[in-house]
């Protein structure tokens, strides 16, 4: 006699899905943690297990909501014996409980120590930052931010190359029919290359050895160095085409310190500042 199969559990379901959010959350939170920045991601096309870095948030998110309303339905199914389970303690066991207040002052200290941005919530911060900063070399750095939204045309200027000869240039390379209002994210996508490759070809480089290709997932490509914090200031400028005198003087107009020789992390530290990071708005925009 075959037995009849089990009656399907909605409880059961929101457990599962609870337990699979949490995972994929995990997996895609890290992901995210050491991704490069969205300039240098969307520029380069980044990837890492065939998803971009505008994919792993899509999943990020999609996922953080499915974990939500599971956990909230869980929460419902559970309530009454969660509200018993509370009852039995509180008549069982008088006086407050240690462990309510040790949570909640956990909670204000990991808030406080956060926004306060002092050891070992900055240290995090400043690895996170230098981690991604790790994937950011020149040959990654774009004309501008987010160039890849530019337009062809756009594109061109940047590259001081004249809309028709890029036009002409990206036809010799094989990427033909297409408009100078055309979006370079588009255009590359469409010819299965990166921005970064378009802009190249526009400028009339060959070779592609200047540009990250998807899936090369190491910090900073071949060659590369560590974060910006441990270049020295002489170093960062040569690297981001910067005239050194001219960053001492923007760095001196705000009051802040530097020498040449000393790193952005000494800088940093040096003025106040709690990342090295802070210093580049400063030293790039005056």
Known sequence: MKSSPSPFRVRALTTLVVALGFGVLVVSGAVLFVSPPGRVANWTQWEMLGLTKHGWGEIHVVFAAAFLIAALAHLAFNWRPMLQHLGARLAGRRGMRWEWVAAGLLGIGLFAGTRAHVPPFSTLLTWNEELR????????????????????NELAVQAGVASEEALRRLAVS??????????????????????????ELIQGREAATATRAPGDHRPGGPGAGGGPGRKTLTQFCVEEGLDLKVVQSRLGKRGLKASPDQTLREIAVQNGFDRPVELLEIIRRD
């Not at 900063?133 to 062809?152: F, I, M, Q, S, Y």
């Open 133 to 152: 900063g790790g994937w950011e070399g020149n040959r990654d750095r774009a004309p501008v931010p987010h160039a890849e939204l530019l337009t062809l």
């Open 174 to 199: 094989g990427i033909a029919g297409i408009s100078g209002e055309a979006q370079v994210q588009t255009i590359a996508e469409a010819a299965k290359v990166t921005p970064a490759r378009i802009f």
